[in-house]
């Protein structure tokens, strides 16, 4: 590639492991934050309900009102743990399938190189012909 010259060689693979490193955070940190919020959607509309149903309550019947509140926000704060310890549970699998794709990229990577060893030196290359004077000036033409 003409103008690439500087990015050959140890600078190129250390933008590429910084990139990695990067997406390899956002990925370990994204899967953990949407986890919570899909558990944590859940949990909030169930406490809505259960808050709606409160408030129907709280025009009849004070204490029954205070004790439906008491065992919307106790069930809501027991479900809030719940889900912390499964996000908690599934950061390990989060973090193995990092592992598993930085495994996959080297292997890859590895693979790459040593195709491209079987192309490189004079009797392996594959190299098109020579392109001359002859084949531009009969280009297109059909000989018959």
Known sequence: MVGAKHMEGPKMHQGWLRLGLVLSVVWFLG???VLWEKQDATIRSEFAG?????????????????????KAQARYNHQQAEIAKRVLSLLPMDFGSLVLSWIAVGL???????????????????RPPPLNADFWKNFGRHSS
């Open 31 to 33: 899967v953990g934050w």
């Open 50 to 70: 259960q808050w709606r149903n409160c408030l129907f309550l709280q025009q009849s019947n004070r204490d029954e009102y205070r004790q439906c509140q008491a």
């Open 108 to 126: 890859g990577v590895a693979v790459f190189r040593w195709v491209m060893k079987g192309f490189v030196g004079a009797d392996n290359a594959i």
